[in-house]
Structures are given as structure tokens and as C-alpha cells.
């Protein structure tokens, strides 16, 4: 059972972790390569971001690791107080970190699969910048 919960929720981190890419506009030097090379293209300034230290960023996975480190945090402190109330604060406390824990873990498991999942900024700026000086016109990120 333990098993089979872990294996629903890596499969669906796995899914969720996947990474966002450029939209190019159509352009004249877009419409010039065709999509093949602009593939390329983008690939090429992919990697040259993160060989100079921009990272993709935590996306999904790092945003569901924070919002079940925090529901943990928050689980803690309610089942402390809850707990000191009826005279057992230690077990009050265990009982609502671990329900804090999943309960933020699988809140941010639902945000995620319905929200984007974006890049951080100092990434998505130097993968802009490298189509850009391509010659591509980069209209968002999906």
C-alpha cells in the first residue's frame, strides 16, 4: 500500500516536472529557418544558459517540496497548541506535522498539475536574449 502511494505520487511529479519552452513569434527569420532549426536554435540556448549557471529553477518540484515542508510546519504548530489544550502537546505536535505534511503536500501536487510551471527569471532572460540575438522574437514561455 506505502508502495503504491509513493509510486502515484512520483509519477505524478515526473509529470508535472516538465519544463516550459519559448513561444516564437512568426516572424520573418522564423518563418526563414522553419521550426527544425529553431528547435535547434532553442536547444542550443538552452544549454548555453545553463553552462553559464542559469538554471531551469525549482518548478513544480520544488514548489511541491516547499508547500509540504510548510504545511508541515503549520500542522506542527496547530497540533502543538491543540495538543497543549488537552494536555498532550508532543504527540499533538507529531500528529499535526504529519497531517500538515500531506495535507501541503498534496494541495501543492493539485496547484501544480493546474498551474504553470514556469522557469525562474535569470533562465527564461538569458534563453530571451541568446533567440533573440538569433534573430527570433520570443513572445512568452508555456
Known amino acids: 500500500m506505502r508502495q503504491g502511494i509513493l509510486s502515484i505520487i ?13 513561444v516564437l513569434y512568426p516572424n520573418a527569420h ?4 522553419g521550426k ?8 542550443a540556448c538552452v544549454q548555453l ?18 508547500g509540504t515542508a510548510v504545511g508541515a510546519g503549520v500542522g506542527a504548530a496547530s497540533g502543538a497548541v491543540g495538543g497543549a489544550i488537552s494536555g498532550a502537546a ?7 506535522a504529519a497531517s500538515g505534511a500531506v495535507w501541503g ?9 493546474i498551474g504553470p510551471s514556469q522557469p525562474n527569471q535569470a533562465y527564461t532572460n538569458f534563453v530571451n536574449r541568446c533567440l533573440q540575438e538569433k534573430g ?6 508555456q
Open 10 to 22: 512520483g509519477g505524478s511529479l515526473l509529470l508535472t516536472a516538465c519544463s516550459a519552452h519559448p
Open 36 to 43: 527544425d532549426i529553431a528547435q535547434q536554435d532553442i536547444e
Open 49 to 66: 544558459a545553463e553552462a553559464a549557471g542559469a538554471e531551469e529553477g525549482s518548478g513544480t518540484a520544488g514548489r511541491v517540496a516547499t
Open 105 to 113: 503536500l498534496l494541495t501543492s501536487l493539485f496547484y501544480a498539475t
Open 30 to 33: 522564423l518563418q526563414s529557418v
Open 136 to 141: 527570433y522574437e520570443v513572445t512568452g514561455w
Open 90 to 96: 508532543g504527540s499533538g505536535s507529531m500528529i499535526g
